[in-house]
Structures are given as C-alpha cells and as structure tokens.
C-alpha cells in the first residue's frame, strides 16, 4: 500500500504560482512513476505531468509545458507541481498518484489506468 497526502493548492490570481506537494508514504519503494492530474467540475480527470523515479524522465500535458514543473526528492518521498503564470483555465482539483506498474510507454502514464494509488485532491483556483 501507498498513502498520498497532496498540500499547497489555494486561491490565486491569474499570472501567480503554486507549488503542490505530494507526500508519499508505506511501500514506496514499489512506485515506479509519480503524476499528476487534475479534474474540473463538468470535466474529466486529466493528465498534468509525471515523473520517472529511476530515470528521472519527465512527462508534461501540452497545456502545462513552459509553466508547470515537476520534480521529486527521494529523500523525502515527495514530488512537487510547481506551477507558474497560472490561468483561470488551471482550476481544478489536483490528484497526486502513484503507478507501480513498470512500462516503456510514455503514454501509459499519462492515463488514470495507469496509477494505482490516489491522493485526496488539493484544490486550485485561479481567479481572473
């Protein structure tokens, strides 16, 4: 088992930062990649970014690429969304998750199917 525990979302205005934290924690070691996704009222979850603990490659939405980062510290079993010039377009509930299957497709992770583990959601506004 692997518990998730996002933080750090809130109210923003259009053009300012946030930066998530996912706290990972249980049998961390079996988590082959980290993402992240986000889902708007009326919408679908969706895919934001992901990151490869072994490799460190690293995977981002059109959408995010330029503004967003993601990154990890294996120390602390935690990874970060860093999300900058954020746009009223970004709001939507941010999901933590953890993939403990191994693949060689990129586009693998980049589906929910793909994540074994969910956190609870931060919530992120950005407001006009």
């Known amino acids: 088992q692997v518990q998730l525990v996002e933080s750090g979302g809130g109210l923003v205005q259009a053009g300012g930062s946030l930066r998530l934290s996912c706290a990972a924690s249980?049998?961390?070691?079996?988590?082959?990649?980290m993402g992240w996704f986000r889902q708007a009222p009326g919408k679908e979850r969706e895919f934001v970014a992901a990151?490869?603990?072994?490799?460190?490659?690293?995977y981002y939405t059109d959408s995010v690429k330029g503004r967003f980062t993601i990154s990890g510290d294996n120390a602390k079993n935690t990874v970060y969304l860093q999300m900058s010039s954020l746009k009223p377009d970004d709001t939507a509930v941010y999901y933590c998750a953890a993939s403990t299957t191994y693949s060689l497709s990129t586009y693998y992770y980049t589906r929910s199917r793909g994540y074994d583990y969910w956190g609870q959601g931060t919530q992120v506004t950005v407001s006009s």
């Open positions: 990151i490869r603990w072994s490799s460190g490659n690293i």
């Open positions: 249980g049998r961390t070691f079996s988590s082959y990649v």
